[in-house]
Nanobody, 128 residues
Framework: QVQLVESGGGLVQAGGSLRLSCAAS????????MGWFRQAPGKEREFVAS????????KYANVIKGRFTISRDNAKNTVLLKMNSLKVADTALYYC?????????????????????WGQGTQVTVSS
């Protein structure tokens, strides 16, 4: 089992940047695929980005592609989400999640049900 704690959220103006961090503890961090999801008020939780166990393969939601970058440091048990050119529509509670799913080509999963472990979330608010 793995425990996840997110940090780095906050209030930022449109066009600004934030870096979210997720610290993991428990079982071997490198045995999990990691993902970031977000949930805005009144909306379903949605996929943002995911990264394979080694960090060699990543996936992004189309709405954030080119603006956000996911990375991981297995030595530090950390996964990051660097967010640039933030928009008001990016306002949400951002969650870090861990998955034990194994897929061909090491393509990291993008569906919420494929992730068994979740953090408590960190709020990102983008003002106009």
């Amino acid at each position: 089992q793995v425990q996840l704690v997110e940090s780095g959220g906050g209030l930022v103006q449109a066009g600004g940047s934030l870096r979210l961090s997720c610290a993991a503890s428990g079982r071997t961090f490198s045995s999990y695929v990691m993902g970031w999801f977000r949930q805005a008020p009144g909306k379903e939780r949605e996929f943002v980005a995911s990264i394979s166990r080694s960090g060699g393969v990543d996936k992004y939601a189309n709405v954030i592609k080119g603006r956000f970058t996911i990375s991981r440091d297995n030595a530090k048990n950390t996964v990051l989400l660097k967010m640039n050119s933030l928009k008001v529509a990016d306002t949400a509670l951002y969650y870090c999640a861990a998955s034990e799913t194994r897929s061909s080509g090491n393509v990291p999963p993008i569906r919420t049900y494929e992730y068994a472990y979740w953090g408590q979330g960190t709020q990102v608010t983008v003002s106009s």
